[in-house]
């Protein structure tokens, strides 16, 4: 699923391969990702420009203060509506 970790390491690796025009996922977290989800991230990386990766990022942030502050009863469906917003950023 998308997590804000996951989101901050795609950011990184966009980071790392304009500086570096390649990605290096050891150097970059210290260790190897497994083989699949290192080329996922990689892929997505290079899709995504910085201004979507950002946008991201402060919707995690507001998704998570939101649920955070919710009754239970309405986390499902911010949850739900959360995941159109994410969806709608990633277009």
């Not at 901050?8 to 083989?35: A, E, H, V, W």
């Not at 290192?38 to 203060?65: A, G």
């Amino acid at each position: 699923g998308i997590t804000l970790q996951t989101i901050n390491q795609i950011t990184i690796f966009k980071l790392y391969s304009k500086m570096n025009s390649r990605i290096d996922t050891q150097s970059i977290l210290g260790y190897r990702l497994p083989r699949d989800v290192e080329i996922s991230r990689v892929k997505i990386s290079s899709l995504l420009t910085i201004e979507t990766l950002s946008r991201l990022h402060e919707q995690l942030l507001d998704i998570e203060i939101e649920l955070k502050n919710s009754k239970d009863i309405g986390k499902e469906a911010l949850l739900y509506t959360s995941f159109i917003k994410l969806q709608k950023t990633i277009s």
